[in-house]
């Protein structure tokens, strides 16, 4: 068999590596780090100025004053959670922590999301409910001053 | 569970993916055809420099034999690359977290399964590969690899359309390569890349980040070139994702918005082929056929689907809810594409069987390029049995289909039960699925057959992902899935050399651009599909149904 037969294919495979292997995902990195940093780098999520995770992984917590993640799911690292049951866990919460349920009802609404965008299951991302929970009762809930206490500290 | 707004979201869906898919195919013609384009200025010097890297003879024209000899070679050579980064990772450069070699069968099986466009995946991504395996032994192939189906394809639709606008043969391959490439999936994956960013899914090589979470326990956020892989296994219908758990992860498909862009990655190329092969042989009445036939399968595999009622539950993200959850099931396997959005063990059996449907039949609409070349291997047998019946000449596009085309398109349908049951009874006689910890029940034989359809079928989707690497289900499903990609090329590619060489007759004795033939189309590759695969669907997802109806009593 022609030479020429192999030459070509193993120059266009090393050639072609380079361009779609390291030049595309490179330029890609490039606009994502020069101008999109946030999401580029995994959506964290802050508490009084300290990375806590990310928005887009969901962390399971152990007490019952905070919302709680599924631990069933496909990924296993889900943040977000049915409306259905962050309601049910609000109840809770508000037996603990004596957090008016009205004030539970509104956070749970104004961050409502839908998986058709405009009707479909309503679900809401736990770590954000569990952030402005903190962020606003630090100073009356004895675990949310705990938490805040710790997280600033380190 | 289903309502008619769920039936809107499909059928809008749809239609602006067919909208779309019409309008590209415009762009393609330009890019494969002679038509020149006023894009031409940017791309002629890039695709020409290149040519001089490769060292090509782009005027060269190939005949079918050598045409297939070159995709072949070219694709080993492109996953021996792939298969040293991964098998020498651990020594290699960019590689933060500092991931060891991956054995030699799981090397083996991730390069032959990226090349062959599957994209089955027996090793965890995001836990086991370094960010260069996952850009240069992960991306690199699935760019080369969805390209390679385009040209397979419109290799396939010169030899279809005859001899008029081309000297001879069936164009040249790296040509159709490069071109595939600098034109249309680089562009496109690098423009959906950066929207993918933008809606949340990571781009960084800076390493793995340790957080600290609420609770004080640490927490490894996963970041690396996700963004630009997800763009190009979507629209390369590749599906072989950064993560494991793929597009379940929600570093992979953030919320709803990038659900449905992926969705609509993975269908847009593969919509716009039989537009494309209509432009191509100047006769768009025929491509409206194959994209009415696919479609019409693909709808039957939804209403299937649907018949269950799907609720959330273990194995599904509340972002993305049950209905997504099943729509995007059917699509992935309908486009051979293999994404998935949810574990499948989650799903009734119910959704399975669909999945299975456009696995066993590869063209609902199927995979790029590959989807519609299935689709006329169907039509080749078609025209065949109602010639029979009619007692006519079989004849398509004017051309007589012989005997020997008959058998080539039954080798290529055939080939493919025998590469799928053949192991499957393998892996149960010598004990591998015993060794793997699976029985002899309904649910395993369903995941162990669904294993080897879906790397027959190109597909990539699923149930064992790591549990089946093991020296024996990695090479075994290493041939699979070569053989499912390579063996149909090879007999499509011989039937379009031999029907270009045909003289073309203006006498129609069968009408293949009407409103019948579709139907006629979908009937005989119900029956072809169904007659042969009917009693392993019965004793798998169909006995674990009747068994969770029985359990249920």
Same mark, same amino acid.
């Given at each position: ?8 294919? #193993? ?40 990375? #806590? ?23 296993? #690292? ?77 | ?51 001089? +890297? ?29 298969? +040293? ?160 758990? /793929? ?34 042989? /100047? ?271």
């Amino acid at each position: 068999m022609n030479k020429k037969y192999f030459t070509v294919p #193993v120059r266009a495979a090393i050639v072609l590596a380079v361009i779609c292997g390291l030049i595309y995902p490179v330029a890609v990195t490039a606009v994502g780090q020069g101008f999109i940093q946030y999401q580029a780098n995994g959506s964290v999520a802050l508490l009084n100025n300290t990375t #806590v995770g990310s928005y887009l992984i969901g962390q399971s917590v152990t007490s019952p004053d905070l919302f709680n993640i599924r631990n069933d799911s496909a990924s296993g #690292v889900d943040p977000d959670i049915t409306v259905v049951s962050a309601l049910n866990q609000a109840t809770i919460i508000h037996n603990n922590t004596n957090i008016s349920m009205s004030y539970l009802q509104k956070l749970i609404h104004n961050n409502t999301r839908y998986t058709l965008l405009f009707f479909g299951t309503a679900y809401v991302n736990a770590l954000r409910l569990n952030l402005e929970l903190i962020t606003a009762f630090h100073n009356r809930v004895t675990l949310y001053g705990e938490i805040y206490a710790n997280i600033t500290k380190s | 569970m289903i309502g008619i707004r769920h039936i809107l979201v499909i059928v809008g869906l749809w239609a602006t993916i067919v909208f779309f898919a019409w309008i590209l195919s415009k762009y393609l013609e330009t890019v494969y055809g002679d038509k020149e384009s006023k894009l031409d200025r940017i791309f002629i010097p890039v695709e020409n420099f290149i040519y001089g +890297l490769i060292g090509l003879d782009k005027n060269k024209t190939m005949k079918w034999k050598e045409y297939f000899l070159n995709v072949l070679i070219f694709s080993a050579f492109s996953a021996v690359v792939s298969f +040293l980064i991964l098998y020498y990772q651990g020594y290699l450069p960019i590689n933060p977290m500092h991931f060891p070699d991956l054995s030699w069968s799981l090397a083996l099986n991730t390069a032959m399964s990226i090349s062959s466009n599957t994209n089955l995946q027996h090793y965890g991504g995001g836990s086991s590969l370094s960010y260069l395996s996952q850009m240069v032994g992960i991306q690199f192939l699935q760019f080369t690899s969805a390209a390679t189906g385009l040209a397979v394809a419109v290799a396939i639709f010169r030899g279809f359309a005859g001899k008029k606008n081309q000297t001879e043969g069936l164009g040249n391959f790296y040509v159709d390569l490069v071109r595939s490439l600098t034109r249309v999936l680089i562009p496109l994956s690098f423009i959906f890349a950066i929207i993918f960013i933008i809606i949340g899914i990571p781009q960084s090589l800076s390493g793995y980040t340790l957080v600290r979470t609420l609770s004080g326990s640490e927490q490894i956020l996963k970041i690396g070139p996700v963004a630009s892989l997800v763009s190009i296994m979507q629209l390369g219908t590749n599906g072989g994702g950064y993560f494991g758990a /793929n597009s379940a992860f929600p570093f992979q498909n953030p919320n709803p918005i990038s659900n449905y862009i992926q969705m609509a990655l993975m269908m847009i190329i593969p919509t716009s082929m039989p537009f494309l092969f209509g432009r191509m042989i /100047n006769r768009m009445g025929e491509g409206r056929t194959i994209l009415i036939a696919s479609y019409g399968l693909y709808a039957i595999d939804l209403i299937i689907a649907f018949i269950p009622v799907t609720v959330l539950g273990a194995g599904m993200e509340a972002g993305i809810g049950p209905f997504s959850s099943v729509f995007w099931t059917v699509t992935t396997t309908a486009f051979t594409t293999g994404s998935v959005n949810a574990s499948l063990a989650a799903f009734n059996p119910i959704v399975i069987i669909p999945a299975f449907m456009g696995m066993l039949i590869q063209a609902t609409p199927g995979g790029i390029g590959v989807g519609t070349m299935y689709m006329l291997m169907y039509i080749v047998i078609t025209v065949f049995i109602v010639g029979l019946m009619a007692g006519r000449t079989p004849e398509y596009l004017g051309a007589k289909i012989t005997a020997g085309d008959v058998k080539l398109a039954v080798i290529g349908f055939l080939s493919h039960p025998i590469i799928i049951l053949i192991p499957t009874v393998i892996a149960y006689a010598a004990g591998y699925v015993h060794a793997i910890g699976y029985g002899t029940g309904p649910t395993s034989f369903t995941q162990i057959f669904y294993e080897f359809t879906s790397a027959a079928a190109n597909n990539g989707s699923d149930f064992l992902g790591t549990t089946g690497n093991t020296v024996f289900f990695n090479v075994s499903t290493a041939i699979v899935m070569w053989a499912g990609r390579f063996i149909p090329i090879f007999v499509m590619l011989a039937i379009a050399g031999r029907i270009q060489e045909r003289r073309r007759s203006s006498e129609i004795s069968l009408r293949t651009d009407d409103i019948i033939f579709p139907i006629v189309l979908i009937v005989s590759i119900l029956i072809l599909v169904i007659l042969t695969f009917f009693p392993f669907l019965a004793i798998g997802p169909i006995l674990m149904h009747l068994e969770g109806i029985k359990n249920a009593l």
